[in-house]
Structure formats: C-alpha cells, structure tokens
C-alpha cells in the first residue's frame, strides 16, 4: 500500500490535529489502564468480548495520555486494509513515523490486532528497541496471552474488559450513582433501570440502543463467525451454534462434557474442543468447585456462565423463566470484574457430600473471606431453608463468622446458630 492512502485511513481514526468521539468514560478502566500503560515497561493487553468498548477505551486512553502527534491508534478490521499481515502493520509505522514526526516516545495502539498473523514479532522488536509504548487490544484473551507469551514472557500485562457493571450501565442511562447518598436517593429509579440490566445485560451499543435483541443476535453471529469459526478453521458451523445456545440456556448451572456430549450427541472430544472456543472467543466462562484437592477440583462438574445475560437471553431462554439463574450469573460477572482489579482474588462454588451447595467461595490470597448464595425468591420457605441450610455448613466448614445472601429485593440481618447471615438486594451489592 501507498504511504499517502496509509496515512488517509490513520487520519481517520487518530487525534491528530482534531477531536474524536472517544465515547463515555468508564473511569475504573480508564485510570487503571492510563497507570499501567504510564507507569510499567510493559506491553499493555487489552482482551474482551468483542462490542464490549475495548476500542472506546482505547481512544479515551491516547487522549488522556496525549492527545496529539505522540500517538498512534491502529484499527485493524477496517476494511480499507486489503491485506493484513506483518509488511501493513511496518508499513503503517514507517507512515507514521515519517508523516507525522512525534517528538517523543510515542503510545502506539493497535486495535484488534489478531488480525494481522504474526504481529507479536513486530510488538517484540518495538518494545525491545525502547521506540514507543504499545498497548494492543484483541478479541481472544486466551490467543493473546498465548501469542504474547511466546516472544514477550515477562514482557506484557493483559487486562480484561468486561461489558457494562451495574454502575456504568446506570452512567450510560443518564443516572449516575457514584456516592452512597446519591444511589440512595435515586433507589426507585435504580430499581426500575435493574430490570432492563437483568435482562439485556451491559452491552455498551445495546444499553444505548432500542433495537436491543436485533443488535445481541447480531453479536452471537460476529463473534462466531468471526472468532471462531474462521480462526479456527471450523467446518461443523451449526454444532458449535448448538453447543453455545446450551450453554446459555443452562447459564449458573453445573455441566460436564460428558454429559453434554451424551445429551447433544456430540462426540467427547468435539464438545471438548469447542467449548474451549467459546471460552476463548470470551463467550462463556467457568467457574471450579472448590476444593484443597488440584485433582477433586479439576476433575469435579464446572458451573458456566454467560459474558452477558442479555445475549443468554436472547439466545437461550425466555428472560422470566430463570431470574433466580440470571442474577446469579450478573453476581458471578461482578466476582469476575474484581478479579480483574485484584490479583490475589479469587472465587469457586461449594458443594459437599450432600450435594448441599453455596454459590460462591471468594477467596483472597490463602484464606477464603466470603461465602455468598444468590436468591430470588427468598420468600418461598422450602427455598430459604435450603439456601440456609447449605450457607451454614459452608460457614462453619470454612470457620467464618457469616454469610450472604443476595436477593432481589429483601434487606435485613439475622443470627441463625449464632452465625450472622446477611440478606442484600442484587442491586445494592453491585453498587456498593
């Protein structure tokens, strides 16, 4: 390609000499990721789900660093690129470099950056050469951290994005609730906005949009297509629809491969093979039984979740049918966005001997800190003393002191066997 049509489609996307829409902030994101990319000599990932605003961030990032010619932003699912391979990825730095003659060491951003096959090679050289800060971003968070590893161990960080968290959904509608009076005072309009987060989830475009199931069916196809299918060579199109349509119908739920195979009448070994590319392709995710056993842990059923309730519900349920399973789910979401934020943090699901269960183990460093079940329908006496009765043997297996329950909308405290369960409305723990 010719340096001056370069340049034409980078003018397009950059900061250079003009102002571009670089979206509504997502500050936890956002400071987090300007630290990391200001502070470390790291080549900064940024994965997740695709549609979930890596690119926005990306953008607020460059201006809040330098908004202006020190800066480079690279998409690379433009269509103006004809052929995506190592020579356009030199070629565009070379362009930029001479056209635009950043007088410091520049932050260069390249945007979807699976795209380009052996791009690790020129990240590599780059940052080797000290010539600029790298930050890139893909929608494969296992593919990159694989990539980079390869040729960068030690070299990068990689940082998730999920879809929108209660608080920015309510940013994203006009409702700011960032102080605790504030969320207080506005508690009857955030309980009307959960509902619609419940069940079309945090897509930053769908939480915009009116065209909110068109706009998810759209996503599952993309990201199938897209990430899967065509990244990985994949002949039996409709099987991993199939497959990722039972996962988002059985969201919060325990599965084994064997089982699915037996009930999809699919072979082991395909089950297998797509389910870790749904997991790649950020679609679904899971979560292990605790247990100090590697083996017990590794070898016991996983419990999946959606990387959004919104497209489970539109792929897989209809929405009131499962609320007890979709809150669980968004709760699980939230463990996993802390996680990101916290290193030492971790989180499981408990269950013993007799099948008596607890929906989450949070754990932090060596010691487990919380044990939390969710609940919808509190209020139905043969489900709360289930609820309770599993929450208590997991409180005194693991020595604490109390547990939590996150219901829909009840709120109080009792003492129960001399141990303090706590109940909290979903909307309340997501915020506070």
């Not at 007799?354 to 489900?383: A, M, P």
Request: hydrophobic letters at 40%; a positive charge; glycine letters at 4%.
């Amino acid at each position: 390609m010719q340096k001056d049509y370069i340049f034409e489609i980078l003018s397009d996307w950059n900061l250079w000499g003009k102002k571009l829409d670089t979206g509504i902030k997502r500050e936890k994101y956002l400071d987090e990721l300007v630290n990391l990319t200001t502070n470390t000599n790291q080549v900064i990932c940024i994965a997740g789900v695709r549609r979930s605003g890596k690119s926005t961030i990306m953008r607020q990032i460059a201006k809040e660093v330098e908004d202006g010619a020190n800066t480079l932003i690279v998409n690379f699912e433009d269509e103006r690129f004809p052929e995506r391979n190592l020579k356009l990825l030199t070629d565009i730095y070379n362009t930029y470099l001479e056209k635009i003659k950043p007088k410091k060491k520049p932050f260069i951003f390249l945007d979807e950056i699976q795209e380009i096959p052996e791009w690790e090679k020129f990240v590599r050289g780059v940052h080797e050469r000290k010539e600029a800060n790298i930050i890139v971003s893909g929608s494969s968070s296992k593919l990159l951290s694989a990539e980079l590893a390869t040729l960068l161990t030690g070299r990068h960080i990689t940082f998730f994005i999920y879809p929108l968290s209660l608080r920015e959904f309510l940013k994203f509608k006009n409702l700011p609730a960032n102080k605790e009076v504030e969320i207080l005072a506005k508690r009857t309009e955030i309980k009307g906005l959960i509902s619609e987060y419940m069940e079309y989830g945090g897509f930053p475009e769908v939480c915009l949009s009116s065209e909110k199931k068109r706009i998810l069916l759209s996503y599952f196809d993309t990201i199938i297509t897209r990430d899967i299918i065509d990244r990985f060579n994949i002949r039996e199109k409709e099987k991993i629809k199939i497959l990722a349509k039972y996962y988002f119908t059985n969201i919060s739920s325990p599965i084994t491969f064997n089982k699915i195979s037996k009930f999809l009448k699919l072979p082991l070994t395909t089950v297998e093979r797509f389910s870790e590319y749904l997991e790649t392709a950020s679609l679904i995710f899971f979560v292990k039984r605790f247990s100090y056993s590697l083996k017990e842990q590794e070898n016991s059923p996983r419990k999946v979740y959606s990387i959004d309730t919104g497209m489970s519900n539109t792929l897989g349920f209809r929405f009131i049918e499962k609320l007890g399973k979709i809150m669980e789910n968004i709760v699980a979401l939230e463990l996993k966005r802390r996680q990101m934020f916290n290193p030492s943090f971790e989180f499981y699901y408990w269950k013993d001997y007799q099948q008596r269960e607890v929906d989450f183990v949070v754990k932090e460093g060596l010691k487990v800190k919380q044990l939390i079940q969710v609940c919808f329908d509190i209020n139905n006496r043969e489900t709360k003393e289930r609820e309770i009765k599993a929450l208590l043997k997991g409180i005194k297996e693991f020595k604490l002191k109390e547990g939590l329950i996150i219901t829909e909308d009840l709120e109080k405290e009792e003492i129960i066997e001399d141990i303090k369960i706590i109940y909290k409305p979903l909307w309340k723990w997501l915020l506070f």
